[in-house]
T-cell receptor, first 111, second 110 residues
Framework: TQLLEQSPQFLSIQEGENLTVYCNSS?????LQWYRQEPGEGPVLLVT?????EVKKLKRLTFQFGDARKDSSLHITAAQPGDTGLYLC???????????FGQGTRLTINP | DAGVIQSPRHEVTEMGQEVTLRCKPI?????LFWYRQTMMRGLELLIY????????DSGMPEDRFSAKMPNASFSTLKIQPSEPRDSAVYFC????????FGSGTRLTVV
């Protein structure tokens, strides 16, 4: 059983479209992070959200942390082929030290 | 900063052989983590160290797996004997405030 459930697992859309990826849990997290992983490389941190309700923007990417700190979303506006990759959410459960990952969303943006 | 360095990048070995994966964390990072990534199970934490001391090895799948961190600049993950189901990409990550991952070692056990 995954502590963090991501949806969808696969997403293929056309360039210019918008999309949202979800990361859900029944547990409370002290923080949630989003990573992007490209083939043959390790995950690279995009953002960390810490406060319930927090919204962070990174160019065309918008990250939101749920009010109860159990879920997060990643919204991409006007997707580009360069956004293609595996997007992973990860979190440190409250009271713990170790980072646990969701299964990931494999995103493909078609030109 | 060279980042987290892992070696080898690729390893192909026969079932029953010993495999040693190596990791050099970023200088000054006090936490080191070993993860395994497969299509079926995603990224799983195997073990992590704080100041070279193993803190939590509950993710190590079985006694065939062992990890050491003899000093702040080096860690190894050893599998002995290796089995085909150990085939995966193994990542090392280090952290002081944020996690930085290495490029991984792709292990294939045939």
């Amino acid at each position: 059983t995954q502590l963090l459930e991501q949806s969808p697992q696969f997403l293929s859309i056309q360039e210019g479209e918008n999309l949202t990826v979800y990361c859900n849990s029944s547990s409370v997290f002290s923080s949630l992070q989003w990573y992007r992983q490209e083939p043959g490389e390790g995950p690279v941190l995009l953002v960390t959200v810490v406060t319930g309700g927090e919204v962070k923007k990174l160019k065309r990417l918008t990250f939101q942390f749920g009010d109860a700190r159990k879920d997060s979303s990643l919204h991409i506006t006007a997707a580009q082929p360069g956004d293609t990759g595996l997007y992973l959410c990860a979190g440190v459960p409250s009271g713990a030290q170790k980072l646990v990952f969701g299964q990931g969303t494999r995103l493909t943006i078609n030109p | 900063d060279a980042g987290v360095i892992q070696s080898p990048r690729h390893e192909v070995t026969e079932m029953g052989q010993e495999v040693t994966l190596r990791c050099k964390p970023i200088s000054g990072h006090d936490y080191l983590f070993w993860y395994r990534q497969t299509m079926m199970r995603g990224l799983e934490l195997l073990i992590y160290f704080n100041n070279n001391v193993p803190i939590d090895d509950s993710g190590m799948p079985e006694d065939r797996f062992s990890a050491k961190m003899p000093n702040a600049s080096f860690s190894t993950l050893k599998i002995q004997p290796s089995e085909p189901r150990d085939s995966a990409v193994y990542f090392c990550a280090s952290r002081i405030s944020r996690y930085t991952f290495g490029s991984g070692t792709r292990l294939t056990v045939v």
